[in-house]
């Protein structure tokens, strides 16, 4: 049996421009045929542009008609980002097989969804496929009009800056309704590392109640390279460096 995720190549049909962040792609042709949607309502495909060969992953906004509609965040750089900023109707991508996470227990009395601009395609789709009633919080630069049906739970906050989140703060300062529920999140990574242990030490909700994805890394700055602090401390003390002056040095040495 293959190993290989099923792929298929993609025309886009069509580019929208949502919201100044927010850009929207419809993608079809002949080499999407064989697709086939999960229907779990966060599903996501890679999505491999023109040039590259790495993928990035994108939430299935919808498949019908042989059409897959993505919801492109354009931030300040990177390989989708940048591609999908520009005149891209015409150009083949490729697409990876649908992946889905959401797993909300048939129990379960409510629901909440909190998440970052890439996090409000599944939050959408999310919301429009239940019953159960839903509160959701989505941090944004701007709201996209129209993006939740009219009457939809639903509290924007503003993103404190470009790659930044408070996410973390507003789901620590949560009511949490009572009885059983669902807890779905996403956004960055640093913030829903937090969130999972508040769930799990002050919550204490069960990990089959809640769902929380790290959908992108914050931090643009490269790692630190691995430096031997020994022998920058020796030479250090050596030439009559103070400490904090020797930790500048070390500090140096990692990012050159
Ligand atoms: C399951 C899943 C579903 C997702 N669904 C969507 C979706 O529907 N729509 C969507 O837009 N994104 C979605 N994402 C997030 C998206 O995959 C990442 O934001 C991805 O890194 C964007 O790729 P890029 O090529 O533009 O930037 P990259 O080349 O990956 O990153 C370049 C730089 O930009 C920073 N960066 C990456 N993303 C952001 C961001 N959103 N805001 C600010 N800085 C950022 C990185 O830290 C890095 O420094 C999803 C991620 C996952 C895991």
Redesign the pocket.
């Known amino acids: 049996m293959s190993t290989r995720a099923q792929h298929y190549t993609a025309q886009v049909l069509q580019r929208a421009q949502l919201s100044p962040h927010?850009v929207r792609l419809i993608l079809g042709g002949p080499g999407l045929a064989g697709f086939t949607s999960t229907g779990i309502p966060?599903e996501?495909v890679g999505l491999v542009?023109p040039g590259q060969f790495?993928s990035?992953?994108?939430?299935v906004?919808s498949y019908a008609d042989g059409e897959l509609v993505?919801?492109?965040?354009?931030?300040?750089?990177?390989?989708?980002?940048?591609?999908?900023a520009r005149d891209v109707v015409g150009e083949s991508v490729t697409i990876l097989e649908p992946?889905g996470?959401f797993a909300m227990p048939s129990t379960a009395g409510w629901l909440m969804l909190v998440g970052?601009?890439?996090?409000?395609?599944?939050m959408a789709r999310i919301a429009a496929t239940t019953d159960v009633p839903t509160r959701i919080w989505a941090e944004v630069p701007e709201v996209p009009p129209g993006y939740f049906p009219e009457g939809a739970d639903i509290t924007w906050l503003d993103q404190p800056g470009?790659?930044q989140s408070r996410l973390a703060e507003v789901v620590e300062g949560l009511a949490w309704p009572e009885g059983e529920g669902y807890f779905w999140m996403?956004g960055?990574s640093s913030q829903m590392r937090t969130i999972r242990k508040h769930l799990m030490r002050e919550i204490k909700l069960p990990s089959t109640a809640y769902d929380v994805?790290?959908?992108?890394?914050?931090?643009?700055q490269r790692q630190p390279r691995a430096v031997d602090p020994g022998p920058i401390y020796r030479a250090g003390k050596q030439a009559g460096k103070t400490d904090e002056e020797i930790w500048a040095d070390y500090d140096n040495a990692r990012d050159s």
């Open positions: 927010l966060d996501w542009v790495q990035r992953y994108y939430t906004v993505l919801d492109v965040v354009v931030h300040e750089h990177g390989l989708v980002t940048e591609w999908a992946k996470s970052d601009l890439t996090a409000i395609p599944a470009e790659g996403a960055e994805m790290g959908y992108w890394r914050g931090g643009a």
